[in-house]
């Protein structure tokens, strides 16, 4: 069994009970409202890690907030809202800014520039249905 670690405010550690981990097949087992209410306290957890990619990418350019040990000539530079997506939704974020002092630029990061584009496959059969019926004002088929 494992232990989770809870950080509580002010630094202190607090240990929680300890929490039996579940295999795949007894998930399966569950209930519908049960599974329904896991899948949604695990939807926060995409946009998260997004998040602690794109911070990364910051460190490595800017280094850790309110320290000089970035590379030279890169600064943090205020947050800014955008969004990512994940799958073929979009959700909203908030990420943090770089820039290259030198230049007068903004610091081009990859990984935000990764999650800018949905990654679910779109189905071309469909889509083509779908246009062609609207231009062709058969809208029967494209339903």
């Known amino acids: 069994m494992k232990r989770i670690v809870k ?4 630094g202190k550690v607090e240990k929680a009970q300890t ?3 579940r295999r795949l097949q ?6 519908l409202d049960a599974k329904a209410a896991i899948i949604q306290e695990l ?3 995409g ?12 460190v490595s350019l800017a280094g850790d907030r309110y320290r000089r040990n970035g590379r030279l000539s890169y600064d943090r530079w205020g947050r800014q809202k955008g969004s990512v997506y994940i799958n073929d939704q979009r959700i909203p974020i908030k990420y943090q800014r770089a820039r290259n002092t030198d230049n ?3 610091a081009a990061q990859k990984s ?3 999650f800018q584009r949905p990654t679910g496959p779109v189905n071309e059969k469909l889509l083509k249905r779908i246009i062609h019926g609207i231009s ?5 088929m494209c339903s």
């Open 104 to 106: 007068n630029t903004e």
């Open 26 to 31: 007894e998930y399966g087992a569950l209930a």
């Open 19 to 21: 929490v039996e981990i």
């Open 7 to 10: 950080f509580g405010g002010k």
């Open 47 to 58: 946009p998260m890690h997004i998040l602690e990619v794109i911070e990364e990418e910051v």
């Open 43 to 45: 939807i926060p957890l």
């Open 112 to 114: 935000y520039g990764m």
């Open 136 to 140: 062709c004002g058969n809208y029967r």
